[in-house]
């Protein structure tokens, strides 16, 4: 006697749940534009023509990849804003006092105060790589209210603080010990690889409670057939 199989309805999970390597890629683009483009720039221009010059070139970057997201309709990520308004904020007063010094002072002070913001977040509702998170990975309030998620958030969030100071110390203790060009030349090395590992910290931490929380993997649970 043959058997009867009854097909259950298709089951579709809305909620889109990007392959690793996606998520990798839109980490690594979002940081290219808004942090490590900028710094390139602005080393090769410090290096070939003057620091005024360096100044004006990685701005001009940072506000010709905000104005190239609005024109193509893309999602401009909060971390390219952040790094644009700090930015302005620096040249602005750099051109105002006429002094160079400041203007590598404002980032240290800049790194501090972002810090504390980060460290002061934790008492809040929402830690600040939890408001960043959307940038990188499709997020929605059920989602970020999961505990593991929220677990997640505020111990990444306390380590970009602790690192942020760290950052803003040592960087304070070279700027007024060493030269320009020995400033310049040690935080072009030093703070992207300081920022490449924290990043890498990062992504491995999101891995593992991603995979936990099935948050990883194709886009919809496909069909499920009963027999």
Same mark, same amino acid.
């Given at each position: 006697?043959?058997?009867?199989?009854? $097909?259950?309805?298709?089951?579709?999970?809305?909620? %889109?749940?990007? *392959?690793?390597?996606?998520?990798?890629?839109?980490?690594?683009?979002?940081?290219?534009?808004?942090?490590?483009?900028?710094?390139?720039?602005?080393?090769?221009?410090?290096?070939?023509?003057?620091?005024?010059? $360096?100044?004006?070139?990685?701005?001009?970057?940072?506000?010709?990849?905000?104005?190239?997201?609005?024109?193509?309709?893309?999602?401009?990520? #909060?971390?390219?804003?952040?790094?644009?308004?700090?930015?302005?904020?620096?040249?602005?007063?750099?051109?105002? %006092?006429?002094? %160079?010094?400041?203007?590598?002072? *404002?980032?240290?002070?800049?790194?501090?105060?972002?810090?504390?913001?980060?460290?002061?977040?934790?008492?809040?509702? @929402?830690?600040?790589?939890?408001?960043?998170?959307?940038?990188?990975?499709?997020?929605?309030?059920?989602?970020?209210?999961?505990?593991?998620?929220?677990?997640?958030?505020?111990?990444?969030?306390?380590?970009?603080?602790?690192? #942020?100071?760290?950052? $803003? +110390?040592?960087?304070?203790?070279?700027?007024? @010990? *060493?030269?320009?060009?020995?400033?310049?030349? +040690?935080?072009?090395? @030093?703070?992207?690889?300081?920022?490449?590992? $924290?990043?890498?910290?990062?992504?491995?931490?999101?891995? +593992?409670?991603?995979?936990?929380?099935?948050?990883?993997?194709?886009?919809?649970? #496909?069909?499920?057939?009963?027999?």
């Amino acid at each position: 006697m043959p058997t009867l199989h009854a $097909a259950a309805p298709v089951v579709h999970d809305h909620r %889109t749940r990007p *392959q690793l390597g996606a998520v990798i890629r839109r980490v690594a683009l979002s940081l290219l534009v808004a942090c490590v483009a900028p710094a390139v720039l602005f080393y090769v221009g410090f290096r070939l023509t003057s620091v005024w010059v $360096a100044m004006f070139v990685a701005l001009g970057w940072s506000y010709g990849a905000i104005a190239w997201r609005a024109v193509t309709g893309r999602r401009t990520s #909060g971390l390219l804003i952040l790094t644009a308004s700090v930015m302005t904020g620096r040249t602005l007063i750099a051109v105002l %006092t006429d002094s %160079t010094y400041l203007y590598f002072l *404002q980032p240290i002070i800049s790194d501090g105060l972002i810090a504390a913001m980060f460290l002061l977040s934790l008492a809040s509702a @929402s830690p600040m790589v939890a408001r960043l998170a959307g940038d990188f990975y499709p997020m929605d309030r059920e989602l970020s209210l999961r505990p593991a998620l929220r677990r997640l958030f505020g111990g990444l969030t306390l380590m970009w603080g602790a690192l #942020g100071l760290g950052k $803003a +110390v040592f960087m304070l203790w070279l700027l007024r @010990s *060493q030269s320009l060009d020995t400033f310049v030349l +040690v935080k072009s090395i @030093s703070l992207p690889t300081l920022n490449i590992l $924290a990043v890498a910290a990062t992504i491995g931490a999101a891995v +593992v409670v991603a995979r936990r929380e099935n948050l990883l993997g194709p886009s919809s649970l #496909g069909v499920v057939a009963v027999t």
